[in-house]
T-cell receptor, first 110, second 114 residues
């Protein structure tokens, strides 16, 4: 059964305290893994796409990595404006096989 | 600013009303989506249009009726909704339906059913 699991559910960091969010997946034939950021009352904002194990993408303080079983979103020296819910989504082979994880709510305190 | 525009931003309606949500994108994307999102939950897929044809209907009640007048526009017609339909309704678009390209989301319509 296809499954996408994110952990932790919530994460509180001090400004400057680096950490990682996890997205574990079990799907048949990964077509793509996507990271989104969602602020309260807004739609998800696209961050990264990863297609194959070993791939890495970076944007400012964020770096996404991918293995055959999971993806990490590393946040280096976070700032309060990085506070948001981070969603992972996976596209598997086959029609209508797009799955969101339940998200990680990140709170960065000054 | 998002490249997918949704109107209205907020909507309050009674259970007997008829209203429509609108979504517009000008990125040349050929796949468009409707999602429903409840508080503290991820988005749930409702409908997918590919090249203006309905491709996926995720067993959504008939009180929700989608329409894709052209490649840039997507509507969601609402009729006789229930209080449990109160949620954030998100529209998204992508280059294709094969799924290896990201979906880009609008900021949603916050719907409240009285």
């Amino acid at each position: 059964e296809d499954q996408v699991t994110q952990s932790p559910e919530a994460l509180r960091l001090q400004e400057g305290e680096s950490s990682s969010l996890n997205c574990s997946y079990t799907v048949s034939g990964l077509r793509g893994l996507f990271w989104y950021r969602q602020d309260p009352g807004k739609g998800p904002e696209f961050l990264f796409t990863l297609y194959s194990a070993g791939e890495e993408k970076e944007k400012e303080r964020l770096k996404a990595t991918l293995t055959k079983k999971e993806s990490f979103l590393h946040i280096t020296a976070p700032k309060p404006e990085d506070s948001a819910t981070y969603l992972c989504a996976v596209q598997a082979s086959g029609f209508n096989k797009f799955y969101f994880g339940s998200g990680t709510k990140l709170n960065v305190k000054p | 600013d998002t490249e997918v525009t949704q109107t209205p931003k907020h909507l309050v309606m009674g259970m007997t009303n008829k209203k429509s949500l609108k979504c517009e994108q000008h990125m040349g994307h050929r796949a468009m989506y409707w999602y429903k999102q409840k508080a503290k939950k991820p988005p749930e897929l409702m409908f997918v249009y590919s090249y203006e044809k309905l491709s996926i209907n995720e067993s959504v009640p008939s009180r929700f009726s989608p329409e894709c007048p052209n490649s840039s526009l997507l509507n969601l017609h609402l009729h006789a909704l229930q209080p449990e339909d109160s949620a954030l309704y998100l529209c998204a678009s992508s280059q294709g339906i094969q799924g290896d390209q990201p979906q880009h989301f609008g900021d949603g319509t916050r719907l409240s059913i009285l």
